[in-house]
């Protein structure tokens, strides 16, 4: 059955996005001594940790809950409520994140948004703002017109894969730059390939499996919500789920929801 495998590929999902988490956790405890909110070095190992934890992951699975079979049929808003507040606990990990890397400098008197890494990293950021605060004010509060919101819904899923594709390359370039600064004056230096610079290049090829998957699931696959008016073969097998409401049987077909209602 089509949600079948979808569930299953959620599951794949969400190993590997624990993966993708973990091994940056690790790679910090193991490689840079661990964690500490003291402004020093073991502050700034919360940055990429929580980065990863927030942009990438709980992003990602905030991005698919239009995607799960379930919210196909029934009252919508419990999904826009739960789509919402992923992105918003992914936005407060970001912040969070964002405030162990600037206290670190402070700390140790380094200047801040000098890199690539950082431009990257500070621009998705403030794009993930905007696309949570426009998305909240036009398709969770019930002032909008149903023209002004199917006119915003591929420009909101447009930016959604952005930002994603953002938060990749930024942690991507993070490791990078992490590893230049770490593995520099040492015995073995990056371009030997340590067992550290192996593991967290590792991690990177995570991150972006992780992210090409969620992406995937956003724009090509078949697993997308149906068009309003459209009754589908994947929308009948959900009749088979427990509790689902069944599907009128008339001779044409019988829409979801209102054909402009939003994403």
């Known amino acids: 059955m089509a949600s079948g495998r979808f569930y299953l590929f959620c599951m794949v999902l969400g190993s590997l996005g624990s993966m993708c988490i973990l ?40 991005s698919l809950v239009y995607r799960l079979p379930l919210s196909w049929v029934g009252p919508k808003l419990p999904w826009k409520v739960l789509h919402a507040a992923l992105h918003l606990l992914a936005f407060t990990f970001t912040v969070v994140g964002l405030v162990a890397v600037f206290q670190f ?21 403030i794009f993930f703002a905007c696309q949570w605060s426009l998305g909240f004010a036009i398709f969770l509060l019930p002032w909008a017109s149903q023209w002004l919101r199917s006119l915003l819904k591929p420009v909101h899923v ?26 520099k004056n040492v015995t073995k230096p990056y371009s030997s390939l340590p067992s550290e610079a192996v593991f967290a290049n590792s991690t990177g090829i995570l991150v972006v ?6 992406l995937y699931v956003l724009l090509a696959s078949p697993w997308k919500r149906p068009d309003p008016g459209a009754l589908t073969d994947r929308q009948l097998l959900l009749q088979l789920l427990p509790g689902s409401r069944p599907f009128p049987v008339t001779y044409m077909p019988v829409p979801l929801r209102q054909p402009y209602e939003p994403w």
């Not at 980065?51 to 709980?58: E, T």
């Not at 499996?209 to 969620?214: D, E, K, N, P, R």
């Open 158 to 183: 447009y930016f959604g894969a952005c930002i994603l594709s953002l938060s990749i390359t930024s942690v991507i370039s993070g490791i990078n730059e992490k590893l230049f600064f770490v593995l």
């Open 209 to 214: 499996a992780f992210g090409l998957l969620v």
């Open 105 to 125: 400098h402070n700390h140790s008197k380094i200047t801040h948004l000098y890199s690539l890494h950082s431009w990257l990293g500070i621009t998705t950021v």
């Open 23 to 62: 091994f940056t956790a690790y790679w910090m405890q193991y490689w840079r001594d661990g964690f500490a909110w003291d402004g020093s070095v073991h502050m700034f190992n919360w940055h990429p940790v929580l980065m990863v934890s927030g942009m990438v992951v709980l992003y990602g699975a905030a």
